[in-house]
Every structure is written in C-alpha cells, then in structure tokens.
C-alpha cells in the first residue's frame, strides 16, 4: 500500500532553513505527480508546492515562491522541500501527498516551527 513518510521539520529561527524529506514506497514514485502541503494552526491545509513526475514542472504558492524549493529523487523514492529565509508564519506542520484520482494518500507530517 501507499505509504509516505516525513522528515526534517524542527524547529529554527526566523531566517533559517530546514530542509524535509517524504520517502515513499507501495507505489512506482516517479509515475506521479507529488505535492507538499502544510497546516497552520487553526487554519485550512494549503497547497505548498508541487512536483511533476520526472521534475521538469514545479509550482509554488504565492507565499513561498523565490524561497522553498521542491525536488524529487526518482532513484531513492524520495521528495524533498528545501525552505530558506523562513518566517514565522511558515510555522505548519508540512504533509507530502500523492493522489489517484479522487483518492490522496499523505504522510503523518513533520512539524516546522519558525521562532525566535
């Protein structure tokens, strides 16, 4: 079955980076599309970034284009969100997700935490 597991969160300074992880198994990774996505406190899960199956296509929202970066080791099965000039409103717990369809399979999250 699909499984996707998270790494990397912590919790660093305004200013800072951190660099997380999602290893994925169960499925053929590099056939599909991957996104990350994180949850603020009190607020909806949003949409980060996302990945097109061999790494030619990325997109970003708004909030965190010039600064994240998403990339993807087909080899290794594994996705990978760097975050640099990180603010405190990136404070989330970031989710990698996958989907078939209608059907989204996501990770237990890793919780990030951006505070001085």
């Known amino acids: 079955q699909v499984q996707l597991v998270e790494s990397g969160g912590g919790l660093v300074e305004p200013g800072g980076s951190l660099r997380l992880s999602c290893a994925a198994s169960?499925?053929?990774?590099?056939?599909?599309?991957m996104n990350w996505y994180r949850q603020a406190p009190g607020k909806e899960r949003e949409l980060v970034a996302s990945?097109?199956?061999?790494?030619?296509?990325?997109n970003y929202a708004d909030s965190v284009k010039g600064r994240f970066t998403i990339s993807r080791d087909n080899a290794k099965n594994t996705l990978y969100l760097q975050m640099n000039s990180l603010k405190p409103e990136d404070t989330a717990v970031y989710y990698c997700?996958?989907?078939?369809?209608?059907?989204?399979?996501w990770g237990q999250g890793t919780q990030v935490t951006v505070s001085s």
């Open positions: 997700k996958t989907s078939r369809g209608p059907i989204g399979y």
């Open positions: 169960g499925f053929t990774f590099s056939n599909y599309v």
């Open positions: 990945i097109t199956p061999l790494g030619g296509n990325t």
